[in-house]
């Protein structure tokens, strides 16, 4: 596992910099000049007298103090050299540009050993990277960084950390208003990781959201004390995960992990730390203004009022599968909107209030009110400005500072949204940024940043630690159904009672302790509808030796089971164990249809029974389960109950448990029952049986 951090402060808020290295370092001192960073800063070159007007050292024991901040642009090799100089003289911490180490390691296999002399040459020392560009506060004018950017000076703004240097360069050219107090680029990761960098920068008032880029989780237990902090501090963190197509494992047997890949996981671990996700850099960046401006939302309840019919139609129809509401307007917003647009205007949410009153400060300004008399989360002003380069938007402007009074008269949140991009003015954006109102270019962009900004803070508990398995599990075997069910129905599930046979007449047998109807399966063959190996449904005893003859020529062994009628449902309860350790339950729509219906959430161990209730509730599914239009409902409590056992049982047993999935579980609606299962597991695991 990855070293705790030491203290980050002085290389993120720095009053001296060090800069080493020839080109590289010339741009890094010419940065700090043009971003007016007011501190000290020390060129180092064994050859150059000065850079960018600075006195040049000719080493790192020349210089007049231990740097708070280094950059160092030189060879790997060097570069490990210098570091060990920082660390004994005691500096604050650097950047470390060279690659070729641990992520070269498929092509360089000297690339991980360098790594490791880095890290010890480092010792209690905080080092960036390698293999990164390093960081940039705007905040105070201090870079460490080799290569242009885009911002400016703030006073207050949003922390990005990514893990591509390159996305960090094009985040800080956005034209959209958004201030950013920092930028920072992990690369390896070697001794800081992202999660460290985030919690360091928490430590500044100054920052108001935090956004991160992630190509892979890899510290784990540092994300939830970031979580901890995050949510004390109530500073919402965004994030844009990379990967997001998913791939079965192909060690996996069940249906469980070609519904919910590795990416649910994910998404799963954020929902768990009370973060949002987002899925485009548009999206991202729209929910850091958001958050800027705003902070987390209390809802996800959204108004929109625009002079048009199209766009007001544009806005209802693309919440999507967007888990936002337009909330029906109050008697007190229908009495005072009608007061303000009369008779002629159609009275909804979203809201056309057409053009009557345009360039009306007056009559525009008490139409916004009342729809901000009973505010919802966000109330958006839908308005595209003209090109000022041949057409005048004085109009225009007319409206923004009506919305200005109005917020200003009802403490509302709002926020102007351009349906496209390029008609949102930057002027426009900072102005507006000035007051905490956020723009938002683009409609899809905008609903994202609403459903990021409720997601924040989460339903789950970022303090309950994960469950997470250190040990390797090198051979697993998969259990036969029998085996599996053994175990489930000793861990005291309702399992369907089995009875193994090898011949029709041990059926015939078998059947007079099951009774009629029952079930006959082929035994140890997976998928076994697909393949034709099971029958339902069986009624006599001349149709079970008809059969049982048939399935003999499929499988030496079947299993006799009881069929249980007048199920409401089949559902699927599956749980991986995922490549970093973590536990992933999957719930949904089962059975023979499983995959066709696509119908599952994930969330991660241990879980509790209010999470379980409450993914639930967000199937498709649940509708069925609750009866849908008049049918019999399934006993929700003993469905609930049966799979908070199951994972009770998958923590118990977790370092020798790969795979279970329960499909189908089966939803009566007096009682679940577990009538086919799987589990691959460890060796240690089999010899329970």
Not at 564 to 589: C, H, N, Y
Request: glycine letters at 8%; a negative charge; one cysteine or more.
């Amino acid at each position: 596992m990855m070293e705790r951090s030491s203290d980050l402060s002085r290389l993120l808020r720095p009053e001296s910099i060090a800069v080493v290295g020839g080109s590289w370092g010339r741009n890094v001192v010419e940065q700090c000049v043009r971003m007016q960073f007011d501190g000290e800063i020390w060129p180092v070159h064994p050859k150059l007298d000065e850079v960018q007007g600075y006195s040049c050292y000719r080493s790192i024991a020349e210089l007049p103090a231990a740097p708070d901040a280094t950059f160092i642009g030189v060879n790997r090799r060097l570069t490990i050299d210098i570091v060990r100089e920082l660390a004994q003289e005691g500096a604050g911490g650097a950047v470390c540009f060279a690659s070729g180490f641990s992520e070269a390691s498929a092509e360089d296999e000297e690339g991980i050993a360098l790594q490791e002399q880095l890290l010890d040459a480092a010792a209690g020392m905080p080092i960036i990277g390698p293999n990164c560009y390093g960081l940039i506060n705007y905040l105070d004018g201090a870079l460490l960084w080799p290569d242009q950017h885009g911002g400016r000076r703030v006073e207050s703004g949003v922390a990005i950390i990514t893990q591509s240097s390159n996305i960090a360069i094009n985040m800080t050219m956005q034209r959209r208003g958004l201030p950013i107090a920092y930028v920072m680029t992990a690369g390896n990761q070697a001794k800081v990781s992202l999660a460290d960098m985030a919690s360091a920068l928490l430590d500044d008032e100054r920052v108001t959201a935090i956004g991160l880029h992630i190509e892979g989780f890899g510290d784990i237990a540092g994300l939830q004390m970031l979580a901890e902090k995050a949510a004390r501090r109530r500073v919402g963190i965004v994030v844009i995960k990379a990967g997001k197509t998913e791939h079965s494992q192909s060690a996996m047997v069940s249906h469980t992990n070609s519904l919910a890949g590795t990416d649910a996981a994910a998404s799963a671990l954020i929902e768990r730390l009370g973060f949002a996700r987002v899925n485009s850099i548009p999206s991202f960046l729209e929910s850091l203004k958001l958050l800027h401006c705003c902070g987390p939302l209390q809802n996800n309840t959204i108004a929109s009022m625009s002079c048009s019919g199209g766009e007001a139609s544009l806005m209802a129809d693309s919440i999507g599968d967007r888990p936002l509401e337009y909330p029906t307007l109050s008697e007190e917003q229908a009495t005072a909107l009608r007061s303000a647009l009369g008779p002629m205007v159609a009275l909804a949410n979203p809201l056309d209030y057409h053009t009557y009153i345009w360039d009306d400060i007056k009559a525009m300004t008490a139409t916004f009110a009342a729809m901000l008399q009973t505010p919802a989360a966000m109330t958006f002003l839908v308005i595209d400005f003209p090109r000022n380069d041949t057409c005048d938007d004085k109009s225009w402007w007319v409206a923004v500072e009506a919305l200005l009074a109005a917020k200003d008269k009802t403490g509302a949140a709002v926020a102007v949204l351009a349906t496209l991009p390029e008609n949102l003015p930057e002027s426009l954006a900072e102005y507006l940024m000035q007051k905490k109102v956020p723009t938002f270019g683009g409609i899809e962009a905008a609903l994202d940043a609403v459903v990021a900004g409720s997601a924040i803070g989460g339903p789950d508990n970022p303090s309950q630690p994960l469950l997470q398995s250190g040990k390797s599990l090198e051979t697993t075997a998969v259990l036969s159904e029998y085996d599996a069910k053994s175990l489930l129905r000793e861990s005291g599930l309702a399992v369907a009672a089995a009875v193994k046979v090898t011949s029709i007449d041990q059926a015939v047998t078998a059947s007079h302790s099951t009774g009629y109807p029952l079930v006959i399966k082929v035994s140890g063959v997976t998928h076994k509808t697909e393949q034709g190996g099971v029958v339902l449904d069986v009624q006599t005893e001349e149709a079970l030796r008809e059969h049982c003859a048939a399935l003999f020529s499929k499988a030496d062994e079947l299993l006799i089971e009881p069929y249980f009628q007048g199920a409401v449902t089949e559902m699927l309860v599956g749980i991986i164990r995922e490549p970093d350790g973590l536990f992933k339950l999957t719930i949904g729509a089962g059975g023979v249809l499983t995959e066709l219906l696509r119908d599952t959430v994930s969330m991660l161990l241990p879980v509790s029974e209010e999470a379980i209730s409450q993914k639930l509730s967000e199937l498709r599914l649940s509708e069925v389960l609750k009866g849908y239009r008049g049918q019999v409902s399934a006993d929700i409590p003993s469905i609930i109950e049966s799979i908070l056992h199951l994972c009770q049982w998958v923590e118990l047993n977790h370092d020798d448990i790969a795979e279970v999935e329960i499909n189908p579980l089966l939803c009566l609606s007096n009682k679940t029952m577990v009538v086919d299962a799987l589990i691959t597991a460890s060796a240690s695991l089999q010899k329970k049986l």
